[in-house]
């Protein structure tokens, strides 16, 4: 079946440096997105990987590997506005067809 | 502002009743995706639209239905609405189209549904 796994919920201190991990299980794998959603907001895109490594994009970076079915967002030099929600979502190809799917959110709370 | 709208903003219903969400993607966008996220449940792919046709389906019920017009904007209907189908509906829209590959969706401000 599918299924995504991340962590509910994560506390930080503004300045210091979050790892969020998810890993995931899906039949037709065809790449993975972290969103960051605000309370009460939209999601906004943050990051897409579908080969094994590093993306780096300012203070956000994710990792993948691909053989264990986990990645990473990396937040650096955390700042207050950074407490949302992050959102790791799998798009898995199916008879020609996608599909997106989403894990539940880790609820990311920076503290002064 | 992400640049896809929706509207309306909130919609207060009825059960067994029947309501239409709208939603205008970004200017040059082919690809719109509607998505459900109720409290329980987290964010659920509901279906993507391509230039008018439907691309990709995810768990969307059988009283769900959406359309896609000639002029990109989409409409999701909800049929014999039920309590459990509060949530927020957002749609989203992407470059697909000019060559990319569908990686970055853009999200409206999403239509708050609550049933009664």
């Known amino acids: 079946g599918q299924n995504i796994d991340q962590p509910t919920e994560m506390t930080a201190t503004e300045g210091a440096i979050v790892q969020i991990n998810c890993t995931y299980q899906?039949?037709?794998?065809?790449?993975l997105f972290w969103y960051q959603q605000h309370a009460g907001e939209a999601p906004t895109f943050l990051s897409y990987n579908v080969l094994d490594g590093l993306e780096e994009k300012g203070r956000f970076s994710s990792f993948l590997s691909r053989s264990k079915g986990y990645s990473y967002l990396l937040l650096k030099e955390l700042q207050m506005k950074d407490s949302a929600s992050y959102l790791c979502?799998?798009?898995?190809?199916?008879?020609?067809?996608?599909?997106?799917?989403f894990g539940t959110g880790t609820r990311l709370k920076v503290l002064a | 502002d992400s640049g896809v709208t929706q509207t309306p903003k909130h919609l207060i219903t009825a059960t067994g009743q029947r309501v239409t969400l709208r939603c205008s993607p970004r200017?040059?966008?082919?690809?719109v995706y509607w998505y459900q996220q109720s409290l329980d449940q987290g964010l659920q792919f509901l279906i993507q639209?391509?230039?008018?046709?439907?691309?990709a389906k995810g768990n969307i019920l059988e009283r769900f239905s959406a359309q896609q017009f000639p002029d990109l904007h989409s409409e999701l209907n909800l049929s014999s609405l039920e309590l459990g189908d509060s949530a927020l509906y957002f749609c989203?829209?992407?470059?697909?189209?000019?060559?990319?590959?569908?990686?970055?969706?853009?999200f409206g401000p999403g239509t708050r549904l609550t049933v009664l």
């Open positions: 979502a799998v798009r898995d190809q199916d008879s020609g067809t996608y599909k997106y799917i």
């Open positions: 639209y391509y230039n008018g046709e439907e691309r």
């Open positions: 899906t039949s037709g794998f065809n790449g």
């Open positions: 200017s040059g966008d082919l690809s």
């Open positions: 989203a829209s992407s470059d697909g189209g000019r060559g990319h590959s569908y990686n970055e969706q853009f």
